[in-house]
Every structure is written in structure tokens, then in C-alpha cells.
């Protein structure tokens, strides 16, 4: 299993800019497809990004088309999300995730089954 540690959350008013990262354990890391996903008061939680294990593709959920990227330094061992735009709706945990299996051949269409490590999880807030 991997082991993940997110970092960057914040407090930031609409409009502004943050990055979140996240640091994996582990020499498997460069192996699996990494997810974002976020979770916001009395609601479930949702996806958010994945990057695939290479790194070559990501996916984005259609709310946050545009404004977030996720990339990833398979030499750091860490996945990142740049947040830009943010909005007041943007606010929730924001979770970091690895996917269940090494190699999946594919990120499009992955949700919270399938990923099986998870980290504790970073506040953003957006303020308006």
C-alpha cells in the first residue's frame, strides 16, 4: 500500500489560486493512476482529478474543467493540483488517493471504488 500526506490548504478568497500536494511512501509510486477528490459539509465525496501513473493523462471532473490541473514528479513521489478560480463551491477536503491496482491502463472513468489508499485530507475554503 501507499502511504499519502496532502498539503497546501487553505484559506483563499474567489477568485485566487492554490496548490495542493500530495507525498507518496513507497518505490511503487510511479506505478499507480493518483486521484483527487473532495468532500464538502453534508455532501458525499466526490471527484475530483486523476493522473495516470506515467503522468501522460489526466482526468477532470466537468466542475472543475478549466480552472484545475493535476500533474505529477514521479522522481518526488508527490502528485500536485493547481487550483485556479477558485469559487466559494470549491470549498471542502480535498483528498489525495491511489488507485487500487499498479498499472491500470486507463484514468478515465476511475471513482472512489478504485482507488484503495487514501490520505487524511487538507481544508480549502474560498471565501467570496
Known amino acids: 500500500q501507499v502511504q499519502l500526506v496532502e498539503s497546501g490548504g487553505g484559506l483563499v478568497q474567489a477568485g485566487g489560486s492554490l496548490r495542493l500536494s500530495c507525498a507518496a511512501s513507497g518505490r511503487t509510486f510511479s506505478s499507480y493512476n493518483m486521484g483527487w477528490f473532495r468532500q464538502a459539509p453534508g455532501k458525499e465525496r466526490e471527484f475530483v482529478a486523476a493522473?495516470?501513473?506515467?503522468?501522460?493523462?489526466?482526468d477532470l471532473a466537468d466542475s472543475v474543467k478549466g480552472r484545475f490541473t493535476c500533474s505529477r514528479d514521479n522522481a518526488k513521489n508527490t502528485v500536485y493540483l493547481q487550483m485556479n478560480s477558485l469559487k466559494p463551491e470549491d470549498t471542502a477536503v480535498y483528498y489525495c488517493?491511489?488507485?487500487?491496482?499498479?498499472?491500470?491502463?486507463?484514468?478515465?472513468?476511475?471513482?472512489?471504488?478504485?482507488?484503495?489508499?487514501w490520505g487524511q485530507g487538507t481544508q480549502v475554503t474560498v471565501s467570496s
Open positions: 493522473i495516470s501513473w506515467r503522468g501522460g493523462n489526466t
Open positions: 488517493a491511489a488507485d487500487s491496482f499498479r498499472y491500470r491502463a486507463t484514468v478515465y472513468g476511475l471513482g472512489r471504488s478504485d482507488f484503495g489508499s
